[in-house]
């Protein structure tokens, strides 16, 4: 009888690299958000004021909703609300309305933002590690599967 060794070695190499690449690909789309908005932004709590939804044949995408300084008064404190859709509306985040975000504002224009991340989830750096370990993994188990 044959040992199951190389198969089960091949199986589970075979699961890390799928989802090592998938969560990969996941945390450097979250990363090139922050590239849309052009400068290093300023870190603010908001929350999804509206999730997005389709009406008819228009897609109306998420908004969030966050307070910063009025336009033109980087200094002034940041009392005035904004309602804008991310500049990141294909974000791998599922932004349901009433959920609390992570975002980035541009300080010179604050309703320029991008959504870093949910509340409640990783940062997209420390998603990028965790899938690129779980890359290497799968790389090791078809390593250790084609030494079999």
Same mark, same amino acid.
């Given at each position: 009888?044959?040992?199951?060794?190389?198969?089960?070695?091949?199986?589970?190499?075979?699961?890390?690299?799928?989802?090592?690449? =998938?969560?990969?690909?996941?945390?450097?789309?979250?990363?090139?958000?922050?590239?849309?908005?052009?400068?290093? !932004?300023?870190?603010?709590?908001?929350?999804?004021?509206? &999730?997005?939804?389709?009406?008819?044949?228009?897609? =109306?995408?998420?908004?969030?909703?966050?307070?910063?300084?009025?336009? !033109?008064?980087?200094?002034?404190?940041?009392?005035?609300?904004?309602?804008?859709?991310?500049?990141?509306? &294909?974000?791998?985040?599922?932004? =349901?309305? !009433?959920?609390?975000?992570?975002?980035?504002? &541009?300080?010179? &224009?604050?309703?320029? #933002?991008?959504?870093?991340?949910?509340?409640?989830?990783?940062?997209?750096?420390?998603?990028?590690?965790? %899938?690129?370990? %779980?890359?290497? #993994? !799968?790389?090791?188990?078809?390593?250790?599967?084609?030494?079999?």
């Amino acid at each position: 009888m044959p040992h199951p060794w190389p198969t089960v070695s091949l199986l589970f190499g075979t699961f890390w690299v799928i989802v090592g690449a =998938h969560g990969t690909h996941a945390a450097l789309r979250a990363r090139r958000s922050l590239r849309l908005l052009g400068a290093p !932004g300023v870190q603010m709590v908001g929350e999804v004021a509206n &999730d997005s939804r389709r009406v008819g044949p228009s897609y =109306h995408p998420p908004q969030i909703r966050y307070q910063a300084p009025p336009i !033109g008064r980087p200094d002034a404190p940041a009392v005035h609300t904004y309602r804008q859709v991310p500049l990141n509306t &294909d974000a791998p985040n599922a932004l =349901h309305r !009433g959920t609390p975000v992570l975002l980035r504002y &541009d300080p010179r &224009d604050p309703r320029r #933002a991008v959504v870093v991340r949910r509340k409640k989830a990783y940062s997209p750096t420390a998603n990028l590690a965790w %899938c690129v370990f %779980c890359l290497v #993994a !799968g790389m090791v188990g078809l390593g250790a599967a084609a030494l079999l």
